[in-house]
C-alpha cells in the first residue's frame, strides 16, 4: 500500500503531515517523527511524542561548502510558513551570535509511502525508511534467549540513502538530534564506519555506513549547522549527530539504531523491570544487536499482507496506523520471575484498563494466546474484588466477583483490588464501572479458550468462572430483568457507568443501558460456553441469556430503533446509539474460533438469538439510513450516539466490523457504501485531527481531543478478518 | 541572625523573596522554596529548582468550610499583583470549570528568620520551619552504618506548626504539592498521624503529626482546594497532600521530610550509584529514619555559632545562602565499591571542576579532609594526562601532567583524560586550563597534607609530585620568566585560558597572566613543601618561585598597579584586576595550619616574598583607592576587572578575605570600610539579583547572568576564619 503517492504516473498529493509513532513490541518506547514543525523522536514511558528536535538532511558541496542545511521538517519551526531560511534556536555562550541556517523541504518535495511496518520519505536527495516489523512475542518458559532478543529488542531501525551517482559535487548527509534536556554522550567509537551517541543509561542513538568508502562522524554542538562544518563531540553541546560525506557518483547508506535500555525496576506497588532486561545486559547490547537484524524483510512481508488484503486504501492505512500506535503503549515486564503484559492507555499511561484489553484482545489472541492468559491471571490474581450491590430500596444485597478498570497509571500499580480511575460518589466519568469490567473479565476468558481450547487453565479457573456467573446475576435482582439493574456499593452515592465515559448519558449510565446490556448478553453467552467446557451445568445462565435477549429486542420502538437507556424519563431514551451492536462481535468473532463448539450462541436469521438480532439489524438500519443522518458527522464519519459529537474511532471500527458481518452487498449496499465513506473520513481525522498525536481515539467533530497517541484504535485490524473471511466467501 | 526581620522590636523590613536551596549532604538533593510566585520543590540531579507548586497553608474555619486556601507564595501565579484571590491552572475533565480559591500570603504578612541551618516563614497563622543540619561526613571505611545513615541521609525535613491556642473556630493546615509531571503514588498508609505521597521511586513526602489529637489525611485531586474538601486519593489526580484539622484552642505540629532516593547505576563512563543505597534500602527507609532525625537541634548549633561569629549580617547571610546551594551541588558516590566525591557546578553540571574544587576545599579541608584526598586521587587515577606545550616558534616541546577541567557532565563521566568543557582551535571560553588545573592539583595537595599531615598519602604520590613540578618547569621555558609562556599542544591554534573564562580577556588568557601568576607562584610554593616534607631537594622550585615573585613585582608601573596581562599590545595591559591577589590565600591558609612547618612561604613584611607582597598590596590599594572607582560598581560592589561588568561572588569572597588579612583597620579602615559595603551589595546581588536561582557566583551589574545555582560561593565561610582569627588576635 502506497497511501501517499501512487508508485506509477502522477502522485495522488495526500497530506504527509501526521506523525507515526514507531514501536518495538513491549517496551512501551517509541521513535515519532513525522509531522512537520514539532518534536518527537525516541520517547520512553510517555503518552506522547518525546521533545526532541530531528535534523535529517544534506548539504550540498560537502561538509565545508557554504550551503545551507536540508532537512525534513521534523524539528521546531520548521513549518514556519514565512521562512525559507530561518534561525534555528541558539544556546550556549560562544556561538550565540552565530546564524545557522537550516531548510526544511516542503511538502511537495517530499514523497511518504506509509505501509504496514514501512514508512518512507523520499526526497531529491535521499531516502529515509523507517522499519518496525512485528509479530509473535514467544513465551518465554518456552523459547530460546535468541528468540527472546529478537522479540523484546527495544528499537527501532532506519535508513537513509544518500544516492549521489548522478551528483557532480560531494553531499554531506547527517542525522542530528537536539534532545532538549542536559546529559548527552557519546557511544565508544567502534571502527570507522559505526557511531553513536546516547542520552544517560536509557536511551541511544546507534548509525552505521553500508560501506567502508567514508567514514561516520560523531558531532555535538549547539546546532547541527556548527556539528557538520566542525564534527567535534563536545559533551556541553546540545545537538550531537552523525555525518558523512558522499562523493559525486557513489551512493551511500546509514544505518540508524534507535534503542532504549531501562534498568532495574520501574515500577511501584508491584515491582517489575522489563523483561528484555533478561536478554540484553545494556544499551549497547541492545544497539548493536539491532545494527544486526534483518527488519526490512520482514517489514516487506508484512506491507505486503496488507497491501495484498482486500481492504481500502484508507482502511490499510488505519490498520497500519493503529499498529504502530498500539505497540507504543505495550510494555512486556518482568515481576518476580514471571512475564507480566501491560498495554498502557495511551496519553493516560493507565495500566491495563480493562475496558480496552477486551477490545484489545482480538490482536494479541491472534498472535500471542499466552499473553491473554497471563492478563486474565493478573486480575484475577491483583485486581478482582468482591463487591455488595445497591437495592432500590437503599438496601444492600451480594454483589460478587469483579474486577478493577484498571491496574494503576504511570508504572504505579494501584493496591489490589484498586484502580487508579475509579472513585464513589460520582455519577459520570471516574465512577466505577464494575457491571461492564466484569463482562470484559468473562468475554476476555470466553475468547482465550475458543481460540486456545487450553482447558488446564479452565480447569485451574473454574472457580472464578461459577463466581462471575454468581456475580453476573446478582446484579439483575431481585426479578431477572436481562439487564443490569443493580449498582455496586462501591459507587456510594454515586452509579456506574460504561467504558463510554465522556461520550453522553445515552452511553455513559449502566443500568438498563443498550449497549452494556448486548454485552452483557454476550458474556453470558461466553459463561455458557465456559461452563459446558467445563461440564457444568449452563441451564441458568442461558435462561439469563434468553431473557436479556428479549428483554433487549423487546425495545425495539415504532421509529425503528432501540432506545440507548431503557428508562422513559432519561435523556437517553431519546438517544439513538450505534455502538448498541458491538456486543454481536463476541459471538460472531467466536463463531469462526476453531475451539468454539458449540451452537447455543450462533449468530444466525434463525437460531435462538434471531430476535435479538433481527431487533438490532433493524435498529442499525433505521440509524444508518435515518434521513437527518443524525449518526453520521457531516465528513461521512462515524457518529456513535445521535446526542453526542464525540466519538471513539476503536469503537466505530468494531462497529463498521459487526456492519459488514451482518449486511451484505446484495442487500444492504448503501450502507456498505456508507462504511467506505466513514473510513475515508476516518483516515482524515487521523492525518488532519491528530497529526501531532499519531493514533487517537477520542474525536470531537473529526479533531483529537483526548485518548491521543492510544492503542486501542488495533481494533481496526479486525477488518482484516472480515475481508479475508469475505474473499473467502466470494471464492466458495 | 535573624536577618529578615530583627527579634524584637520594631521588624526591619527586607526582601524575602528569594529561594533557598535546602539540601542534604551529598545526595545532589535539594527542597527550594522561598521566590514569590514560582516552581521549586524536590530537585534531583538538575542544577535548577524543581517545577513542583507548593502549597502550604491552612483554611480558616475547618476543612469543609467556604473559607479560600491561604498559602505561602510559593506556586505559579502567587506573585500576581493584581489579584487577592485567583484561579489556580485547572486539568482534568471533571473539574475543568470549577474555581479554585487560593490566596498566597503577602509579603508583609510574612517574617522570614535565614539562618545557617534553619530557614522560617512565619504568618499570623502558622510558621513552617525547613532544617538543615549539616556536618562531618565519616569516611565509611571507619564509619558504623548507623553513623553513615546519619550523614548521608538523602532528605530536608521541614516543620509547620498551626497555634490556633488563640482561636474560636477551627483551622485545616494543608501541604500540597502539584509536581507538574504524572507519577504521584501514595505511599503506605501508616497509622492514623502519618501519612505520605511520593513522584514514582524517586522522591517522596512524608508527613507526621506531633500528637495523636487529630488524624493526618491524605489527598490528590487536581487543585489542593478540591483536595483540602474531599481527601480522595485519586491516582488520576495531580496535586497531592496532606490535610488536617486544628481544633480551636489547640496547637499542632505537622513534621515533614522532602526525601529522594536513585537506585542502581546513575552514571556513565565510570558506573556509580549513590553511597547512601549502601545504606537505605530504598524511598520508605530513607522517609521513615529522617522522621525520627533529631534536626532542630544541630540546626541550632549551627545558627548559634554563626550568629555568634564576628562577621556582619550580610555575611552572616551570604555564608547561610551559600552552604545550602554548595550541599545541593555534592554527590557522594560508591564507584566499584568505593565513595567516589563530587561536587556538581551548579546549573552547568559539570563534575568535578578543578578550578572549582580548589575554591571550595577550604571548606571540606575543615570538615572532611577524607574527601579532599579522594579528589586528589580520582584526578590522579582517571583525569591526569600528560601533554607537549608550544614554542615560540611553533614547534613542540615537553610539557607534562596536567589534569582535565572537570570529570563530565551530567552523570556522564567524561573519558579518561579528558573534560566536558575543554575544546581545541579556541582562544576564549572552552580552551584548556591545563596550566591552571595544574596548579590548582598542586594547591589543593599541599593544604590537603598542610592539614592532615598524611606523610602515607604524601609518599604515595611523589611521583605525581614530582611530574609538577616538572611540568610547572616546562611550561615556563626556555627562559625562566616566572611565569606560564607555553601553552599546551592540546589547545592545537588555541591558546590556554583561565578559569575567569567568560570574564574578559584580562582575566582569560593564560600566558603572561598576573592573576595566573600569582596562583603559579603560590603553586611552587606548595611544590616546595611538599619536596620538603617527603625530603626532596626543593632548590629548582624555590627557585622558580623566586623568580616569579621577581618577575611579578617587577610589573608594577608608574600609576600603581600591575597590568592584567604582560604584554603591551594585550588589552590586559590597561586592565586593573583585583583577582591579583588571590593566589595569596594559599600561604596565608598554610600559615594557620598545624602541619605547614615551613617559614620558607611565610608572607611577611620582611620575609622571601615581601617584595611581592608589598607590590600586591599597593596594587591592591591602588585599585580600591581609585577616585574613578573602576573597580567598584555604583552600589559598592566588587569589580573584579576594571574591564568588565562581570563579576563572581565565589572569587570576591576569596579577594576580600584576603584583603582582610592583608589590611588592618589602623592603617587601612577606608578599605576595610569597603569591603563592609560591599558585602551589604553583594547580600543584594544575591537576593534581587538571584532571587530565583537561589545562591549564584556570576553576576552582571549585579544581576546572576550565569553560574546560577552553585556551590563555589562557599568560599564565604573563609570569612568565618578571618573573623575568628582577628577575634583571636584583639583577645590577645
Partial sequence: MTIMSEPTGHPKRRNINFNAQHSPMGAFMSFTCGHFGSRGGIGVEIGAPANQDLYIGVKEGGRYSDQPLKCLPFYRGADETNADAFLVEQSGPAEQNTESLVVPYTAEEIERTYNWATDQWRTEDFTFTVYTPFGEIPDPSKASPTEMRRALMPAVIAEMTVDNTAGVQAKAAFFGMKFNEPGWRPLADIGNRTNGFAMKRRIGVLGKLGDHSTRLDLFCRWTPELGVVDPVAHLLGTCPGLVFEIPAGQKQSLRLVFGAYLEGIVTTGLEGRYLYTRYFTGLEDVLDFAMSRDVAGPSKVSDHRLRESSVSDSQQFLIAHATRSYYGSTQLLDIAGEPFWIVNEGEYCMMNTLDLSVDQMFWELDLNPWLMKNLLDSFVRHYSYIDQVKTADGGLASGGISFTHDMGVHNNFSRPGTSSYELPDLAGCFSYMTQEQLCNWVLMAASYVATTDDLDWLRQNR????????????????????????????????QEITTYDSLDTSLGQSRNNLYLGVKRWAACLGLSFLLRKVGDSAQPIDHAAATSAKAIAGHLNSSGFIPAVFEVNNEGWRSRILAAIEGLIYPLHWQEC??????????????????LLRALKSHTLTLLRDRECRNLFSDGGIKLSSSSNNSWMSKIAIFQHVVRKLFDEKHESDILQLMNRADNAHMNWQIEGSGYWACSDQFV???????RYYPRIITAALWLESADSEKKRNHE
Fill in 594 to 611: 476453531r475451539h468454539f463448539d458449540s451452537s447455543f450462541a450462533a449468530i444466525t436469521a434463525s437460531g435462538d438469538h434471531a430476535a
Fill in 463 to 494: 472457580h472464578v468462572v461459577l463466581a462471575c456467573v454468581e456475580s453476573m446475576q446478582n446484579r439483575d435482582e431481585p426479578i431477572a430483568t436481562g439487564l443490569m439493574t443493580r449498582d455496586s456499593n462501591r459507587c456510594r452515592t454515586g
Fill in 701 to 707: 467533530s473529526g479533531e483529537a481531543k483526548g485518548s
